[in-house]
């Protein structure tokens, strides 16, 4: 490949397969004598086992469960607590009991409707609130508290002009991939091989070896095209291939574990959802002299990737800005609620929520426009970071902010905006704007701790090239990026770089596909391999480059203290948003979205764009549209039109600029680009139906409910 | 027994007549074209076109299909529409995910046989029953547009 | 498979459909698009049905779109899509088939059914109120009108016989000239959504005194909510009318409105919007 400049786009490898819908996901799997499995799942959010009663299970047909565990029964993953099937407690409803297989999928279901179970209740926390008011008894995944010293804080507080206290509350996200989970899984003799939709092979792997209790040759992962992760397929799939993986074994046949969309909404991960509360001390002109926050994530029923996901939101819970004195104290909590877990932003996006809402609103309440107040705290190349690390490389946010204000003549649409909703009873319109970061790669020393990543290349004798990596293309285009830098390297046409579904077998670790880390860690480490593969190049012969993380060393992360360089780097982000609100139906209409990105440098523009433009349509559908909730520790939304994901109509165009801020760790200057563009659109579009209402509001998604709500205690004078 | 005509082909099933069309098409025909995202005609990924209009294989009982014709994508890629609509999917980086790609290609063609020449609005209107996750839709909008115009009487 | 056969018709005529309806309790199956999804089995199974299924969406007697005098004749198995592209359609009533669903729903979806499957969200719902719409149903034995508020008892419940089948829906007496129409439909997105609350909104005026007055809310209640009563009261007023009257119409409705809370939305919201779309209907300046 010798292109002038990676960034131009090129031909998506899996653009065939895909368009003709001829490439097979693993839905469009059958294979001889498969077996389908249905999972039977408690009825209750908290109880003891007393007895399971089956029907009479036809010739064919198996229950399998907990019985049939070789390994331990739990999911590997941080803690043990996340049974494969729970067979003494029950902690939430939906969760998994056991499995039912045989050949017919509609004989499956009728027997479990015929099972009954008698389940012991106990007493079950069922909301946020509940779990905060008992997590100084029970229920702690995981809590951090850093920052400046209370008695700091307190002494600043008393000399303060004012104190602003605020709550705000984030809901559920959905991931609502459109390939609904599945997994398939395989016996042979020598080995347990499981196949399907994920981001992390081994992670699932790791499981079933646990599970399985056998040796590590003795299972084999294979993912299967993956129709959208977004974080939904990162440690959810490790369940099912446990659920399919031990069910293969115990009726030596394949075993087949397809969600049909209603229970895949009401039994996978989901987005947490936080409570922030913030404790503000400012002075007579408005400056901000210190800042408290305690923040609690609802971690469902088990811990699964709480702990993590709470190190996110802790370390993002300042934003993109420098405040004084800062303190900030975070729980993640059980409760007896489906689990949440991962979710593209990883607890960032719930942060930057709630810090970009509270700085407009004491912006509102010191009479300054927000833009402008914001701006006074931003950080800059060389300031420390809310535990001590450093921004080492240069920080463009605030040039992309002053950029961005003058293309949309910031002054004078405000002012215009201003004017019509003077005269219009009906609608008003309203400009908001958010600013953002994200750190790119595992939280601290998890890529030299945990994952060791490790990348290979393979050349065959008539010169072609495997990338042999563990990575997942789930869409974000990691099949094609990471061609494009090795064909670049090693300076071969694209199409002779080729970058087949990774299988355990045949590949090595090189960690999950998460964290925004595939192009600039693997990335790199794949430049790396290539770059030494030309150095060793000999043509007829075929060869292997393998390469292994490196740390670089910045200041040393401690878990323990929360202290220390989060990440090794940052990508930066400024969107903003103008709308309209519906003042008799409280229906938004988004009307124009900009976005301006720092991600180092783009490997492929095109594939960037299509980052940005779902990233962004999801964020801003997080803060007014999506809505799910759980009552009675049941999830209510059971369809897509119940939970409302946009759709074409709901979209609009998206002028998104790039700004080149190559970032010497990643391959040609790359930096993260998945999470970051979706961590901007909630705040953003929550600033902009503030200003078009001149209502502050104290929690996302921002509804026609809680608009009308607003507005009604407003004309009634108690707002 | 049912008959029709599917992707060009006269067939026959002796399937139920209440059986989903979907199901039909993936079990008895081997078609994996017509995927299955929801079950509840809510996100469009089981698209195919029945007497050339866009409809959801999820909600159709076959039983009603006697005498139609069905194309689905299997079919449909054989065409030089296909060719078309592929290749400007592709120029606007249309596909990531892939899922929701072959119904949103029955549904442009839907659109363009009835509209060769549809405004953005209308383009919006006529895949807003195909659910997209990844793309925020901008890019699918664009590829529509974009064979729309270089498509000039191909529809 | 476990599912019972159960047998299944498709008849070459609309006789023969009655007089198979005639012998046997049936469930029809128009366009299935709300159907399908109720009686939907496990995926590979035959949906859930529990008597003979007669499919009617084929139906030429029940396709046809055609005027005598001033009323409009819409056959029952006409598509939504086949309505929208229709010239003897009201313009206000293809505007609300355009917030339906989706093309792809719109090309299977018939009108007929959406009646029969008496939603309280049902989208063209409160327009055919608004029409005063008539339901021709027949049978075997004979053939007999209803009032379309008659027919629709309660969600999922309508007044007709097992051996009955909805032929078409008659939009009485459509003046040339439209009066004053609003219809309005509230929901979470801008396609493919289930209606939160629904108005639609009628009236006529000359020389400044309003002659006819029409209100109906969908997804407040059971069924569409029209107050014949309170509509009576805006008769004869003058037009525009003035912020008291306003207030009493409004009032009227605010205690005759009952919504509930669901996973979709809340009573309090509903009602809220209710109120708001008829405050702004009514303060309508010309």
């Not at chain 2, 599917?6 to 074209?33: H, M, S, W, Y």
Request: charged letters at 25%; one cysteine or more; proline letters at 5%.
């Amino acid at each position: 490949m010798n292109a002038k400049d990676i960034s131009i786009s090129v031909k998506k490898k899996d653009h065939d397969g895909k368009v003709s819908g001829q490439l097979a996901y693993i839905g469009d799997v059958k294979v001889d004598l498969m077996l389908y499995g249905v999972l039977y799942r408690s009825p209750i959010a908290h109880g003891k086992v007393r007895s399971i009663q089956l029907p009479p299970l036809p010739e064919g047909y198996a229950k399998i469960g907990a019985e049939h565990i070789p390994g331990a029964n739990f999911v590997k993953l941080l803690h043990k607590d996340q049974p494969i099937f729970a067979d003494e407690w029950v902690t939430y409803i939906g969760e998994p009991m056991f499995m039912l297989v045989g050949p017919e999928f509609d004989i499956l279901h009728q027997l479990l409707d015929e099972v009954e179970v008698d389940i012991e209740e106990h007493p079950a926390i069922l909301t946020l609130e509940e779990a905060i008011r008992q997590k100084d008894h029970t229920g702690v995944f995981a809590s951090h508290e850093f920052g400046e010293r209370s008695d700091v804080i307190k002494a600043i507080e008393q000399h303060a002009h004012q104190i602003i206290e605020e709550e705000y509350v984030t809901g559920y996200q959905e991931h609502v991939y459109l390939e609904p989970q599945g997994m398939l899984g395989i016996y042979t003799d020598e080995e347990i091989l499981v196949e399907g939709s994920m981001q992390c092979l081994y992670y699932v792997k790791n499981a079933l070896i646990s599970a399985l209790a056998c040796k590590d040759d003795e299972v084999r992962v294979i993912q299967s095209p993956t129709g959208g992760g977004f974080g939904g397929k990162e440690d959810f799939p490790s369940l099912m291939a446990c659920h399919v993986g031990i069910a293969a074994k115990a009726v030596q046949k394949p075993v087949m574990l397809l969600f049909d969309r209603a229970e895949d909404f009401e039994v996978t991960t989901k987005r947490h959802p936080a409570k922030f509360i913030y404790r503000t001390a400012l002075d007579e002109q408005g400056n901000i002299l210190c800042m408290n926050v305690e923040l609690y994530l609802d971690g469902g029923a088990n811990a699964g990737l709480s702990p993590v996901v709470l190190q996110r939101s802790l370390l993002n819970s300042a934003g993109v800005y420098k405040i004084p004195h800062f303190h900030a104290k975070g729980y993640a909590l059980k409760t007896n609620t489906v689990p949440n877990g991962a979710f593209r932003g990883f607890g960032a996006p719930q942060s930057f929520a709630a810090i970009e809402s509270l700085l407009g609103h004491i912006s509102g309440k010191v009479n300054r426009d927000p833009i402008e107040y914001k701006r006074n705290y931003i950080v800059k190349q060389g300031d420390p970071t809310i535990t001590g690390g450093r921004f080492k490389d240069p920080v463009l946010i605030d040039d992309m902010i002053q950029d961005l204000l003058q293309t949309v003549e910031y002054a004078k649409k405000k002012a215009e905006f201003h004017a019509f909703n003077q005269h219009n009873k009906r609608y008003k319109k309203g400009i908001g704007a958010s600013f953002f970061l994200h750190g790119c790669g595992f939280t601290g020393s998890g890529e030299r701790d945990h994952i060791k990543a490790t990348v290979k290349l393979a050349r065959t004798e008539n010169d072609q090239v495997l990338i042999k990596i563990s990575n997942s293309d789930m869409g974000q285009g990691a099949l094609t990026t990471l061609s494009k830098i090795v064909a670049n390297e090693l300076g071969l046409p694209y199409e002779d770089v080729s970058f087949p579904y990774p299988d355990t077998k045949e590949v090595p670790d090189s960690g999950p596909t998460v964290a925004s880390r595939t192009t600039m860690i693997v990335g790199k480490l794949l430049e790396r391999a290539a770059s030494k593969m030309k150095a060793g190049w000999q043509s007829g012969v075929s060869q292997e480059a393998v390469e292994h993380y490196v740390h670089e060393e910045m200041i040393p992360w401690d878990e323990e203290k929360f202290s220390g360089d989060a990440y090794p780097a940052y990508s930066w982000g400024v969107n903003l948003i103008e709308l309209e609100v519906d003042t008799l139906t409280g229906n938004v209409k988004v009307e124009k979205v900009y976005g301006s990105f720092d991600i180092g440098k783009a490997i492929d523009e095109q594939i960037v764009k299509g980052q940005i433009d779902g990233g962004m349509a999801q964020g801003i559908a997080y803060g007014f549209m999506e809505k799910m909730t759980s009552k009675s520790g049941r999830i209510e939304q059971k369809s897509i039109s119940d939970y409302g994901p946009p759709t074409a109509m709901d979209v609009v165009h998206i002028e998104s600029k790039l700004y080149d801020n190559p970032f010497a760790g990643g391959p040609y200057g790359a930096k993260g680009v998945g999470e970051l563009p979706l961590t901007g659109g909630a705040p953003a579009v929550q600033a902009a139906i503030e200003d078009a209402l001149q209502i502050d509001f104290y929690q996302i998604p921002v509804t026609p409910e809680l608009i009308i709500e607003r507005l009604t205690k407003r004309a009634g004078g108690s707002d | 027994m049912i008959k029709f005509i599917l992707n060009g082909k006269e067939v026959e099933t002796v399937a139920p007549a209440t059986v989903r069309l979907i199901d039909l098409l993936r079990d008895d025909f081997q078609l994996i074209g017509p995927k299955e995202g929801c079950g509840d005609g809510e996100c469009g990924t089981c698209s195919v076109l029945v007497n050339q209009l866009v409809q959801n294989s999820c909600l159709i009982p076959i039983g009603a299909i006697e005498g139609a014709e069905i194309i689905t994508i299997d079919g449909y890629c054989n065409t030089e529409q296909f060719q078309l609509l592929s290749e400007c999917y592709s120029e606007a980086g249309a596909v990531q995910c892939g899922y929701c790609i072959p119904g949103m290609i029955m549904a442009s063609e839907a659109l363009l046989s009835q509209n060769p020449h549809p405004t953005e609005e209308e383009i919006r209107e006529g895949i807003s029953g195909n659910l997209c996750r990844c793309t925020g839709y901008n890019m699918i909008v664009d590829a529509i547009d974009l064979a729309a115009k270089k498509g000039d009487g191909l529809w | 498979m476990v599912t019972k056969a159960i047998a299944s018709y498709r008849m070459k005529s609309l006789d023969e459909t009655l007089s198979q309806l005639s012998k046997e309790d049936c469930q029809l199956i128009a366009g299935g698009t709300d159907l399908m999804v109720q009686r939907k089995s496990p995926r590979g199974a035959p949906g859930r049905f529990d008597k003979p299924v007669v499919f009617i969406d084929h139906l030429k007697e029940l396709k046809q779109i055609y005027r005598v005098n001033q009323d409009i004749h819409i056959g029952a198995c006409c598509t939504y899509s086949e309505m929208m592209e229709h010239h003897l359609i009201p313009n206000i009533l293809k505007k609300a088939m355009k917030e339906i669903a989706a093309p792809a729903i719109r090309n299977r979806g018939t009108i007929g059914g959406n009646i029969c499957n008496a939603s309280p969200a049902g989208d063209t719902l409160p327009l055919l109120y608004i029409f005063n719409a008539k339901i021709r149903l027949r049978s075997a034995k004979g053939e007999r009108a209803a009032e379309i508020r008659d027919f629709i008892q309660g969600p999922r419940k309508v007044d007709r016989l097992k051996d009955e089948l909805v032929t078409e829906i008659i939009l009485p007496e459509v003046p040339e000239v439209q009066p004053y129409f609003v219809f309005e439909k509230v929901a979470n997105r801008r396609a493919d959504a289930i209606t939160k609350i629904s108005f639609a909104g009628s009236m006529r005026w000359d020389e400044g005194r309003i002659q006819d007055a029409r209100l109906a809310f969908g997804a407040v209640g059971p069924t569409i909510v029209r107050a014949a009563d309170i509509e009576q009261k805006l008769v004869g007023q003058a037009f525009p009318l003035n912020d008291k009257v306003i207030d009493g119409i409004v009032a009227e409705f605010e205690s005759l409105l009952k919504p509930i809370d669901d996973h979709r939305s809340t009573g309090v919201y509903r009602k809220t919007v209710a109120l708001n779309l008829l405050r702004h209907f009514l303060e309508v300046r010309a």
